[in-house]
């Protein structure tokens, strides 16, 4: 056995994606699995008739513009990958059917924010001012911690962040309430909990606040030709740099030596490759169940055993013989539901989300035409008691006309009669695209216990097995594009810096060329 | 000061306790399988990665058709057959000489008989020149074990896109996916109304008609008429599938058309449509199979077509090369020197064989380039639908047993 590679990427998602390219761009032999025939996983799109479809992103946070960049904008950047990027200033529109409902949309910009807000709640001005001065107090602690290399003076903690404290412990819906905003407001603040997947009143509100303050500074970016583009993008400089991607590659097997540390994997049940390194895109489950028992510690076994998946989701994708003009829609993102709180929003599913990708990007489908596409959450444990292989079909395409006609009544405008082409992906799809267990799109569940900040303070425990990192939506920061590209990104980072000494040597180099 | 003053800042020293609390609480037991979530059985028995089937009985629809019923291998492993939807495809893995190849072949079967008989009926016809069916017609008999893929395939019905009642435009023995549209109205399990215009040389030569008389006869939301070129005859119509027939038949504005025949027909009926004003909601054919002829179309550079070009094709580890001529799909050339690659539709549509060009020059039909916008940018393509214009280098995917 001798190492062909540095880095073996398990997964070419979003996480994988842009760890291969760091290391392959730094210098490290890399080889990145992919099951699919395409690079992406989440992120990629499909084609129905003379459409191409978005499967996934709704918007991407912390991009940034070419003046004022963001880390995802950055990072594209310095690894070489030009990105068409289209921008959206509107946050959001919502709209919340039934007694004390509302129809609101609010603007990007931190002042844009507040007037548009003050418009449908006012009265709130100082409070959101206060909000956005926690983030401040947050990111100046944050910006502490990582100068301590993440072991900060627990009294410097105390005494300058403690509102730092406060809102990486207690749930948004705490702080809301304690900040003074009535209910009314604190579900609108709350919108953006579904992208998280925990209500509010779970939420950890360091991280969801770190989120929406990311929407509300930098607006929503979108790529000009759909996810695809963005991973193509990553491919490319992962191939420029000698790194090696071989599609339909499944990994079947994880392999350890003695001592139980990770040394290669086995391909399509067929041949075997060795690395110093695997990196897994594939959620730790999968991991374990491609392992033999022994090779997955009790740790790590009892922390599986421990969480709960993120959620899954119904989609439904429609390609309208209209445009967006014709069939009346003004907004991006729609948010619907029925009832103002999210955890009743969550428990009966009464929220979805309705975008339309051609006010972003006009031309992205053919002129005369338009796109929408539906978001709802769904679990595996919502699936029909009866749902079997033969009336999915059936149960799919009720689901989503009950959706359609439902968008029909509260956006007054005609669907039905324009739909061209149409698809629906439920947790059967994602488990079927993604191989993830349930069809979980969020990795693990970022509930109560298990949320952001006590998984980073954790990270050193839970890793468990040498030699094996992982990326993407199931790692400490929870699902979404510009966290797995985070993670991935350090993930890379950190084995570098690793082989550091080995990068340097002269002789190594040429031997790589 | 705090903003936050009622809120306990200690809470977050305890933080990590309380994780460590939640995973020492937890069972160490190995986790589950995925096969474990519903929602995962339920892609398993869909999607299965392929099918091993034997060949449990033949039928001969006339001197040049046979019908091949195929049901689960239970010895090989497959327990029982994937369900499928009316309109959806195979693809039938082909050893001939040593060499792999793989066919796309419409289930003439219903669902129903699918999911309560456990068959799937393939029904091919032999013709002059091609590989596969000579193949199959000298090979395949009762009790032949035969590896498929999973039904593929969008040419589906859909009740929220499709109109009410669909016209069946049918060119020979592209009757397959309509006998199981057929039996799948018949037996319910769509809601809609189909007339088929289904054109032959002659009655006699009409594949599978009593069969569809049959269905026809029992529900009466299924009606036939014949399109005849060489016959004249009571009842039927006389000459090809054209505009003028597809203007008298499609009555009710909220009808869609389904096609399935021969090149030519497509050809032609891209053209007719955009002229009729029917709206391309209305239009659903873009099942082509495998296209051959690249220099009959106008914008292909004649100066090439007789030309033969290296090909260079690289897959995980090993690189190939080969020769290809102008006329031949990359794919063709591919398959024909031995290695395997993954392909399912062979007409551009599916995108199963997306490769990176990574030099060279291709040549595609354009009413078959279904790809990605990004993959134009970036110079990815579907091998089976791309005939080489230079010396091409291209890196396919791995192909999984
Ligand atoms: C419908 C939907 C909407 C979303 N909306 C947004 C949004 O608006 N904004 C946002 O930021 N995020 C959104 N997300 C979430 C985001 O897409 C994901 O969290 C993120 O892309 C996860 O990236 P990942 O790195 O975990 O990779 P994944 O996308 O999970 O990819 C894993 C890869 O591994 C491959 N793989 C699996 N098993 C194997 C194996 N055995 N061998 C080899 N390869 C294997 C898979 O094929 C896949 O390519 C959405 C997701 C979905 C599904
Ligand atoms: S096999 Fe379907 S696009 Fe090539």
Known sequence: MHNQYDVIVVGAGNG??????TTAKAGLRTLVLEKHGLPGGCASSFVRGRFEFEPSLHELCAVGTPENPKQVYKMFKELGAEINWCYEDNLFRAICKGENGYDVTLKAGRQAFIESFEKYCPGNRERLEKLFR????????????????????????????GDFLRMGSHSVKEVLTELGFDDKAISILSTYWCYLGVPADE?????????????????????????????????????????????????????????????????????????????????????????????????????????????????????????????????????????????????????YIVNCLNKVIEDS?????????????????????????????????????????????VLGIKIRERIEEIEAATPVTMARYLGTPAGTIYGYRLSEWDNLLARTQSEDSDRTVENLSYVGGHYIHGGGYSTAYDCGHTAALRLIEKYRDQLNRPEEQEVRS | MSYLKNLNKLKFTGMVKRREEEI????????????????????????????DLIIEKMVMEDELTCSYYLIADKQAGCQKIAYFQAGQYLNVELNIEGHHFNRPYSISSSPRQAKEEGYYRLSISLMKGFIAPDYIWENWKVGTRVRVSAPLGTSTYNRLRDGKKILALIGGNGVTPFVSLAHTIADGDIDAEMLMLY?????????????????????????????????????????LIDADLIRKYRCDDDTSLFVCGPQAMYDYLNEQLVKMDIPRKYWRLEIYGQYNEPSRLADYPQEKKDEVYRLKVTQGEITYEMACPAGTSLMNAIEQSGIRIPVHCRCGYCGFCHSRLVSGEVFMPEFLDHRRQADKIYGYIHPCICFPLSDVEIEIPLYKN
Not at chain 1, 224 to 233: D, F, N, Q, V
Not at chain 1, 279 to 292: E, F, T
Not at chain 1, 383 to 405: F, G, H, M, S, V
């Open chain 1, 365 to 409: 489908s053919p002129p005369g035409t338009c796109t929408l596409f539906f978001t709802a959450m769904l679990e595996d444990g919502d699936l029909p008691e009866d749902l079997d292989e033969y009336n999915y079909e059936k149960y799919k395409t009720d689901l989503a006309e009950k959706y359609i006609i439902d968008a029909e009544k």
């Open chain 1, 134 to 161: 926690l983030q401040d107090i947050d990111d100046k602690a944050v910006d502490y911690v990582m100068k301590k290399n993440g072991k900060p003076n627990l009294l410097t903690m105390a005494l300058k962040y």
């Open chain 2, 199 to 239: 054109g032959n040389k002659d009655l006699k030569s009409a594949l599978f008609r009593e069969e569809l008389q049959q269905l026809v006869d029992q529900c009466d939301k299924l009606k036939i008429v014949d399109v005849l070129e060489e016959e004249v005859r009571e009842g039927c119509e006389h000459g």
């Open chain 1, 203 to 351: 939420l950890n509100a360091f991280h969801y606040f770190n989120m929406m303050t990311g929407y509300i500074d930098d607006g929503a970016a979108m790529p000009r030709y759909r996810s695809h583009e963005l991973s193509l993008a990553l491919a490319k400089v992962i191939e420029e740099h000698g790194g090696k991607i071989w599609y339909n590659a499944e990994v079947t097997r994880f392999l350890y030596d003695e001592s139980g540390k990770a040394i290669g994997v086995q391909i399509n049940g067929q041949q075997t490759v060795y690395g110093r390194e695997i990196v897994s895109n594939l959620i730790p489950n999968r991991v374990a169940n491609l392992s033999n028992e022994e090779n997955v510690p009790q740790r790590t076994r009892k922390l599986m055993n421990a969480r709960r998946f993120g959620i899954s989701t119904l989609t439904i994708y429609l390609g309208l013989n209209c445009s967006r003009e014709e069939l009346g829609l003004n907004d991006y993102t729609v948010f619907i539901s029925k009832d103002p709180d999210s955890r009743k929003q969550y428990e009966t599913k009464g929220m």
């Open chain 1, 16 to 21: 994988g994606l842009t760890c291969a390219a």
């Open chain 2, 24 to 51: 020492k609480k937890a069972s160490d037991i190995m986790i589950p399988d995925n096969i474990a979530y519903k929602a995962n059985r339920i892609a398993a028995a869909l999607h299965p990665a392929y099918q």
